[in-house]
C-alpha cells in the first residue's frame, strides 16, 4: 500500500511542478486549462495526503518484514533439528547448542530419531526356496527299463531299479514279446519330461555295466517304476537282495496279473515275455475269453488262473473258461488251485 502513496506523492509534485510552469499542457486531459493556483492547490492536496499515508503505512512494512525474518529463521533451525536427526541415526558427532539442551527443543528431536531408528532396524526376510527335489531332463528313452538323463550337463545313463521290461535292444537277443510296446510307453511317459532321481543303498550306485540304478519320478508325482509294473508293462525284478520298494512293487505285480493288463494278457504274452515277439502264438478266442482256466475232464481237480501259463498245457478238448473264479467254483466245486501256480 505503501508503494501506492509513494507513486501518488511523485506524481503530484511532477503535476504541480508542470501545473506552475506551463498550465496549458493539462487541456489534452481535462479538456480545459485549470488556472495556476488551481492546480497547486489541487496537487498540494495530493501531496500532503499521501505522505500521511506514507507515514501511516510505513510501521506495517516493518512488521511484515519482521514476520518473513521471524519465519526464516524458524525454517533454518527446524532444517538444522532434521539435519541432526539424521546425523545421529548415521552415528556421526553432533553439536549441542544450548536451545537444544532445553527438554522442550530436544522433544521433537527423540521422536524423529525414534521412528528413523525403526525404519532402519526392520529386518528384510529372507527368500525361501520353494523348490524340495532337483529335476533333470530326459535326453532319451533306451527301453522301458533304461534311459540317459541330463545330470548338470553329462549324460548319464539309468538302469532303473525293480523292474524289468521284455527286451527290445540286446543284439544278443530278438526283441521280446510284449518289448515295443513298453518301449513305446515308456518314450509316451518320459520323452521331453523331467524326472527326480532317488538312489537305493541297498543296490549300491552302478550296476556290472557301468549304469547308475535309480528309481526316478515324474514332476507330476508319477513313480514311473512301479507304474510300469502296475500297467503290466514291466515284471517285478529283484536282483540278489531285496529293494526298498520290493514288496510295493510285488503287489503291483500281482494286481497286474489278476487284471490281466499289459504282457500278463492271454492276447499278448501270458506273462512269458522270453519268447520273440514275431512268432509267439497267440491263444484261441476261446481260451482268451476267461480269467480262470479248468478242465472238464472227469478225473481234473485243478483251476488255473490265466496269470498260471500251466492251463495252457490241458487239453483243448476239456478246457473250460470262466470269467471269475466264482463262476468255475459254481460249476465245478471240488476245484483246487493247481500247485504249480501257488
Known amino acids: 500500500m505503501s508503494y501506492i502513496f509513494l507513486l501518488t506523492l511523485l506524481s503530484s509534485i511532477v503535476a504541480l511542478t508542470v501545473g506552475l510552469i506551463k498550465p496549458s499542457i493539462f487541456k489534452r486531459i481535462i479538456k480545459v486549462i485549470p488556472k495556476r493556483k488551481t492546480v497547486a492547490i489541487v496537487c498540494s492536496t495530493v501531496i500532503i495526503v499521501s505522505f500521511f499515508g506514507i507515514v501511516i503505512t ?35 558427532p553432533v553439536t549441542i547448542t544450548d536451545d ?6 530436544q522433544q521433537p528431536q527423540n521422536v524423529q530419531t525414534t521412528q528413523t531408528e525403526k525404519t532402519t532396524t526392520n529386518p528384510t526376510p529372507a527368500t525361501q526356496n520353494n523348490s524340495e527335489y532337483e529335476y533333470y531332463s530326459v535326453s532319451s528313452v533306451v527301453d522301458g527299463d533304461t534311459l540317459k538323463v541330463n545330470i548338470n550337463g553329462t549324460i548319464e545313463t539309468l538302469r532303473l531299479i525293480g523292474m524289468d521290461t521284455p527286451e527290445t535292444v540286446d543284439p544278443r537277443k530278438p526283441v521280446q514279446c510284449f518289448g515295443k510296446e513298453a518301449s513305446n510307453k515308456a518314450k509316451e511317459l518320459l520323452t521331453g519330461k523331467n524326472v527326480r532321481i532317488e538312489k537305493d543303498s541297498t543296490q549300491g550306485e552302478l550296476d556290472k555295466y557301468g549304469r547308475r540304478l535309480a528309481y526316478i519320478y515324474r514332476e507330476d508325482g508319477l513313480f514311473y517304476n512301479k507304474h510300469m509294473i502296475e500297467q503290466g508293462y514291466a515284471h517285478e525284478y529283484t536282483y540278489k537282495t531285496p529293494y526298498k520298494y520290493q514288496a510295493e512293487f510285488k503287489a503291483s505285480q500281482k494286481s497286474a496279473q489278476e487284471n490281466l493288463s499289459g504282457l500278463w494278457s492271454p492276447t499278448t504274452c501270458n506273462g512269458d515275455t522270453t519268447s520273440d515277439s514275431t512268432t509267439t502264438s497267440q491263444p484261441s478266442t476261446t481260451q482268451s475269453t476267461g480269467k480262470y482256466y479248468t478242465s472238464s ?46
Open 297 to 342: 475232464y472227469r478225473t481234473s481237480k485243478y483251476y488255473y488262473p490265466a496269470s498260471c501259463p500251466d492251463w495252457q498245457n490241458l487239453s483243448s478238448s476239456y478246457l473250460m473258461a470262466f470269467d471269475s473264479l466264482d463262476a468255475l467254483l459254481s460249476a465245478y466245486p471240488s476245484r483246487t488251485l493247481s500247485p504249480q501256480c501257488q
Open 58 to 92: 510505513a510501521p506495517q512494512v516493518e512488521k511484515s518484514t519482521d514476520n518473513e525474518v521471524a519465519s526464516i529463521e524458524s525454517d533454518a533451525e527446524e532444517s538444522s533439528q532434521v539435519n541432526e536427526v539424521e546425523d545421529i541415526a548415521d552415528n556421526k
Open 100 to 105: 537444544q539442551s532445553r527438554p522442550e527443543a
